[in-house]
């Protein structure tokens, strides 16, 4: 955060631009009070509409004040996806209660005659030598059986 009144910042349009302005330069004057003043200052110079702003991987909200940014800052413009809107920020108590009601689960119906989970192939067991080939010459041990550690 800066205290100073004016200060420049660095701003990646490579979402939107591949030449020369793809990383332009901006000077944040004492005009300038909020986020959404960059956006519109942004959306005026490049004629562009309907982005976000990010700076390290953070969403920078609208209503926040432009002193959040620093001189020689990075803040990178990504365009918003059709039909995008930004959620409204709850608790986390109402979070938690959403997640419970998103995880309803479907009934199998019981026509379909499969259960849905896979059957476990069937292993071998210590006996298995019984019932192998038994004209072999040579007779076969039973295997040993490991130790478990206690």
Request: with cysteine; glycine share 4%; net charge positive.
């Amino acid at each position: 955060m800066t205290d100073s009144k004016h200060f420049r910042i660095n701003v990646d349009l490579s979402a939107y631009f591949f030449d020369h302005r793809r990383v332009a330069r901006l000077f944040i004057k004492s005009n300038l009070k909020s986020i959404e003043d960059l956006k519109t200052r942004i959306s005026e110079i490049f004629e562009i509409s309907e982005f976000h702003l990010t700076t390290g991987g953070h969403f920078l909200p609208v209503s926040e004040d432009i002193r959040v940014l620093s001189n020689n800052e990075s803040v990178c413009v990504i365009p918003k996806k059709q039909g995008q809107s930004i959620p409204k920020v709850t608790s986390s108590t109402e979070q938690k209660k959403h997640k419970k009601q998103k995880r309803s689960l479907e009934p199998i119906p019981e026509d379909s005659g499969e259960t849905g989970t896979p059957k476990k192939k069937k292993s071998k067991t210590e006996y298995d030598f019984l019932s192998s080939d038994t004209s072999s010459s040579k007779e076969e041990a039973p295997p040993k059986k490991k130790k478990s550690r206690g």
